[in-house]
Structures are given as structure tokens and as C-alpha cells.
T-cell receptor, first 114, second 114 residues
Framework: DAGITQSPRYKITETGRQVTLMCHQTWSHSYMFWYRQDLGHGLRLIYY???????DKGEVPDGYVVSRSKTENFPLTLESATRSQTSVYFCASSGQGSPYYGYTFGSGTRLTVV | GDSVTQMEGPVTLSEEAFLTINCTYTATGYPSLFWYVQYPGEGLQLLLK?????DKGSNKGFEATYRKETTSFHLEKGSVQVSDSAVYFCALSISNFGNEKLTFGTGTRLTIIP
């Protein structure tokens, strides 16, 4: 299917476990982003990538790791999950660096850390 | 730093009512301004945008005017429908030699009742 897909849609994990959220896009967009959405904070940027093998920190990167070995995939890993990482995570992509052209968002992954 | 402030929600209106969702911003440069909409269970979608003072963005009956003098970008619609029920996010970006990223407000949940 064309578009941007995130998996899983829902995930419950225990404190201290490693968990990876997947993001796949079919447009060969250069730019990809990970945001977390929390009540009272809106969306905050975790990491972004301008191309394969190029990643950079966003506003709230601590506790997260990303990689981008292929243009179409941008997985987000929580190396040792904490309850404060309970959130809804959105992946987005863009063919251009500028937001002027709009970001395309996935449907999100709701992560609960117990 | 750059930031966006949205009116507190949730907002509940009757069908065909007039809608205003307030958004103000703080930025050191000259931002581009955006409204994104998130329908239940979906990712965010770009609703409209404006890139300079006095520009009006419009889409699906929604409008917003970039007001530099009041640093505002309020979202309006003359007659809302039940299908407009969603969460609305105001956002900004500032050109930084190609390193532009979106900064989001906290979101305003809108519910339209028949």
C-alpha cells in the first residue's frame, strides 16, 4: 500500500524493556521525522532524518535511538522504556526540507509503559 | 525560543455555528504558519498555511489570516459540520538555511453536535 505506515498501532511494554516502533514510507521522501504527542504539550520532535544515514536530534531525544539505513524506513527505539515515555508516537515524511510543502503523518503508535 | 499558543479546549459547538480557534505565536524571525487537523484515529493532515504577513490561507471552508501586528493566526469557519470534529493544531516554522522544522501548539479538540 502506498503511503506512510506505522507499526504496531498499539503496544504495551514493561519498564526497562527495549521496544522499537517502525515507520515505512513508499514515496522515497528524503525527510522523515518522529514526534511524540502528549496532552498539554502538543507534538514534540524527537529525531529527524534528512536522508539515509543522516539523522539529528530534535527537541526531546533523550532515551531514544534512531537509524536510517534505507530511505523508506525510519525505526525509533526506546532502549530502556520508562513510564514517562508513555505517549502516542507519530512518524512523518516530506519530500522537501521545508514544512511549506506539508508533512505527511502516519496514523500513530500508542505506547504504554507499565 | 519559538513557540505557539492555542486556546484551551475542548470546544463544543452546535452544527452550523461559527468557529474561531485562537492561535498566537512567538518567533525571532519571520515564520510560516500552519493549521493541521487530526481526525479520530488518524495522523495529522495539513489544513492550510500562510507564509507572510496578511496572507490568508483557506481550505474546506476554513480560513486563517497571518497577522504580524498581533502575532496571530486564528482559525475560522462560518458554519461547522459534524464532520469537522477533530483536533486542530497551529504550527510555525522558521527558515534556518534549510534546517526548518515545525513547532506545534498543544492542540484544540473540537466537537460538533448535531
Amino acid at each position: 500500500d502506498a503511503g506512510i505506515t506505522q507499526s504496531p498501532r498499539y503496544k504495551i511494554t514493561e519498564t526497562g524493556r527495549q521496544v522499537t516502533l517502525m515507520c515505512h514510507q513508499t514515496w522515497s521522501h528524503s525527510y522523515m521525522f518522529w514526534y511524540r504527542q502528549d496532552l498539554g504539550h502538543g507534538l514534540r520532535l524527537i529525531y529527524y532524518s534528512a536522508a539515509a544515514d543522516i539523522t539529528d536530534k530534535g527537541e526531546v531525544p533523550d532515551g531514544y535511538v534512531v537509524s536510517r539505513s534505507k530511505t523508506e524506513n525510519f525505526p525509533l527505539t526506546l532502549e530502556s522504556a520508562t513510564r514517562s515515555q508513555t505517549s502516542v508516537y507519530f512518524c512523518a515524511s516530506s519530500g522537501q526540507g521545508s514544512p511549506y510543502y506539508g508533512y505527511t503523518f502516519g496514523s500513530g503508535t500508542r505506547l504504554t509503559v507499565v | 525560543g519559538d513557540s505557539v499558543t492555542q486556546m484551551e479546549g475542548p470546544v463544543t459547538l452546535s452544527e452550523e455555528a461559527f468557529l474561531t480557534i485562537n492561535c498566537t505565536y512567538t518567533a525571532t524571525g519571520y515564520p510560516s504558519l500552519f493549521w493541521y487537523v487530526q481526525y479520530p484515529g488518524e495522523g495529522l493532515q495539513l489544513l492550510l498555511k500562510a507564509t507572510k504577513a496578511d496572507d490568508k490561507g483557506s481550505n474546506k471552508g476554513f480560513e486563517a489570516t497571518y497577522r504580524k501586528e498581533t502575532t496571530s493566526f486564528h482559525l475560522e469557519k462560518g458554519s461547522v459540520q459534524v464532520s469537522d470534529s477533530a483536533v486542530y493544531f497551529c504550527a510555525l516554522s522558521i527558515s534556518n538555511f534549510g534546517n526548518e522544522k515545525l513547532t506545534f501548539g498543544t492542540g484544540t479538540r473540537l466537537t460538533i453536535i448535531p
